[in-house]
């Protein structure tokens, strides 16, 4: 079946140095499946950052990026100055655009940033 | 801005116990979720739904029921709960067709524990 794989854990980056959380699927049952970012902010409910649904495109929301790879099946999520603020768990989604409009998730990824 | 509201927020039972889990949303989406997150595995789909009657299979369904009454009520039903079914759930709705939809807008969450 499809599935999501993000970097799994806890990643650690100072403020103001640069941030990339990988993401890559497996779209087995549809060419062209939306893909997204949310994000829980503590003490907040799940919310989406930002998501793109052609291949080719880039998302950018707060300051993070993501670029749709159809080749490399990749949708990594990049900022180039984190802050302390950013603190959070991210987690990479896809929709299909068949069977129901079916949405998996990654495994989450929280990241701290230090002050 | 969606709506999506769980009840109860907070639930304990004992092994073998009924739980049932509702989620309303106030905004005609047509399409309804329900996940349950742990740490390190992330969100996982239990079941979904396109509309009142229907009821899409997810991708950890045993030990749960759902019903999808009406537009704005999905409801995730633990006939036996277990021990292993300790967990946050999440209940998402999203509107729309085509690939130009999808995003999801989650409730604040119900945690279950099962004694």
């Known amino acids: 079946g499809d599935s999501v794989t993000q970097t799994e854990g806890q990643v650690t980056v100072s403020e103001s140095k640069s941030l990339i959380i990988n993401c890559t699927y497996s779209a087995t049952s549809i060419a062209y499946p939306n893909l997204f970012w949310y994000v829980r902010y503590p003490g907040e409910g799940l919310q989406l950052l930002l998501k793109?649904?052609?291949?080719?495109q880039k998302g950018s929301s707060r300051g993070f990026e993501a670029t749709y790879n159809k080749e490399t099946t990749s949708f990594h999520l990049q900022k180039a100055s984190v802050q302390e603020s950013d603190s959070a768990v991210y987690y990479c989604?896809?929709?299909?655009?068949?069977?129901?409009?079916?949405?998996?998730f990654g495994k989450g990824t929280h990241l701290h940033v230090l002050p | 801005e969606a709506a999506v509201t769980q009840s109860p927020r907070n639930k304990v039972t004992v092994t073998g116990g009924n739980v049932t889990l509702s989620c309303r949303q106030t905004?005609?989406?047509?399409?309804m979720y329900w996940y349950r997150q742990d740490t390190g595995h992330g969100l996982r789909l239990i079941h979904y739904s396109y509309g009142a009657g229907n009821l899409q299979i997810g991708d950890v369904p045993d030990g749960y029921k759902a019903t999808r009454t009406t537009q704005e009520d999905f409801f995730l039903l633990l006939e036996l709960a277990s021990p292993s079914q300790t967990s946050l759930y999440f209940c998402?709705?999203?509107?729309?067709?085509?690939?130009?939809?999808?995003?999801?807008?989650f409730g604040e969450g119900s945690k279950l524990t099962v004694l």
């Open positions: 989604a896809l929709r299909q655009d068949t069977n129901a409009y079916k949405v998996i």
């Open positions: 905004n005609s989406h047509n399409y």
């Open positions: 793109v649904i052609t291949a080719g």
């Open positions: 998402a709705s999203s509107g729309g067709t085509g690939r130009n939809t999808g995003q999801l807008y």
